[in-house]
């Protein structure tokens, strides 16, 4: 699901499938060696902001403000220093009673009334049935970006990134076939380059909006593919959850597997995380904004990408796809750049990037690699959804008062 300057992205459905539960490197980014880590499994070691250099009273200012809602509907912050979790608290909302009337209103974030895809249903959202499993939005874009650098650099993704996206497809049965969409590439889909004419710049109650309009078909890869050109290939961001769903079609085309299996395998079951993931009414991996994780394993993804691909020994997802993720490839919206479903917001205090995997109503992976220090936040604002990044940003950046993963002195 979409993070917008002024809106929220819907993402509309109605038949659910079964999940499991169960180019160049970015300036200036320094992941500690692996072979000093401390790896967590199901859970992180606990430790005090203090132990790791961090000033324990700038946290707790920035805990008071989410526990009194001037960050309306919080649902959790942790922050992880040096492979220690040395912060976290959960905020309790009742969204149950807050969204009450929006569950039984037919809008744009509730077109069927039932199911996965009513965003106000407290059965679904934001926690998947009553578990700590929480919804990740269009972090699961990020994490399908994951995926495929996995499979690649396992041997079974084997197209190249600048593999046309129509070899996919039988192209008698693609509308709109023009030379800009014959030049569209594997990297542009994950670069959000297309040049497919999608608008999700409008409202989400707007009928031109193409995120309402593909999820109120049952195929949204075809309704992805047949849309016209508006652009060359590579030259201009246009935000498309539309596009992004097009990675669960391509990476079972290319290696004749299910991308959430796949995940589970190589990528959620190395790093003990538990899951649940989405699909589309034709039963495709709603790799768009489907997944639901826990607090504490959005951090394992930060983690992973601290280290190179590197977890506890095994090299998960190569090097090199790590780099080319997080290298800014095209300028994006809010400031931010964007490298394979990463957003990259540049620091204003020495060049370099802050990574982060960004999602709809509050959901945030924050990666500081100079600092080696991640944050998370969920939450389910999902009627405002302010663009707060910069602001959580220079809240946090204070409270480290040692570069080093030392105490403080």
């Known amino acids: 699901m979409r993070i917008k300057k002024s809106a929220a992205l819907l993402v509309l459905g ?19 060696a692996s072979s000093t880590a401390s790896w967590p499994a199901h859970e992180w070691t606990k430790g005090t902001p203090a132990s790791v250099g961090i000033d324990k009273k700038i946290l707790a200012g920035l805990d008071a403000d989410l526990s009194t809602g001037k960050y309306p509907l919080v649902d959790s912050f942790a922050v992880f220093r040096c492979g220690i979790e040395v912060f976290d608290h959960a905020y309790h909302h009742d969204y149950g009673t807050i969204y009450a009337k929006e569950a039984k209103t037919r809008g744009p974030l509730n077109a069927r009334l039932t199911g996965p895809y009513n965003y106000f249903d407290p059965t679904w959202h934001p926690y998947y049935h009553g578990t700590d499993l929480h919804t990740m ?20 993704f084997k197209a190249g990134l600048d593999t046309p996206l129509l070899e996919y497809f039988d192209v008698a049965k693609v509308k709109n076939v023009d030379d800009r969409k014959r030049r569209i590439t594997l990297r542009h889909v994950l670069t959000m380059s297309t040049g497919l004419d999608w608008n999700e710049e409008v409202a989400y109650d707007d009928p031109k909006n193409d995120a309402d309009l593909m999820e109120a078909t049952d195929d949204w890869v075809q309704y992805v593919i047949d849309r016209p050109m508006a652009h060359e290939p590579g030259k201009v961001f246009n935000y498309s959850s539309g596009g992004s769903e097009l990675l669960a079609y391509i990476f079972e085309k290319e290696t004749g597997q299910d991308i959430e299996k796949y995940a589970q395998k190589y990528l959620f079951a190395p790093l003990s995380m538990d899951h649940y993931w989405k699909r589309s009414p034709m039963g495709v991996v709603d790799t768009e904004g489907g997944l639901f994780l826990r607090t504490a394993d959005l951090a394992k993804l930060g983690y992973l990408y601290l280290h190179h691909g590197m977890w506890d020994g095994q090299q998960i997802v190569s090097k090199d796809w790590v780099q080319q993720s997080i290298a800014p490839f095209i300028d994006a919206e809010e400031g931010f750049q964007y490298g394979y479903k990463w957003w990259l917001l540049p620091r204003t205090d020495k060049p370099g990037f802050i990574w982060m995997a960004r999602g709809f109503g509050g959901q945030r992976l924050m990666v500081f690699p100079e600092e080696n220090l991640i944050a998370v936040f969920t939450g389910w604002d ?3 959804d302010p663009p707060i990044d910069r602001e959580l940003v220079n809240r946090i950046l204070p409270a480290v008062h040692a570069q080093s993963c030392g105490a403080e002195k």
């Not at 499938?17 to 200036?28: C, D, E, L």
């Open 137 to 156: 939005q269009s972090v699961t874009k990020t994490v399908s970006s994951i995926t495929i650098g996995i499979a690649i650099t396992r041997g079974d």
């Open 382 to 384: 999902i009627l405002k």
């Open 14 to 32: 109605s038949s659910v499938f079964a999940g499991s539960i169960v180019p160049v490197r970015a300036q200036n980014s320094r992941p500690t």
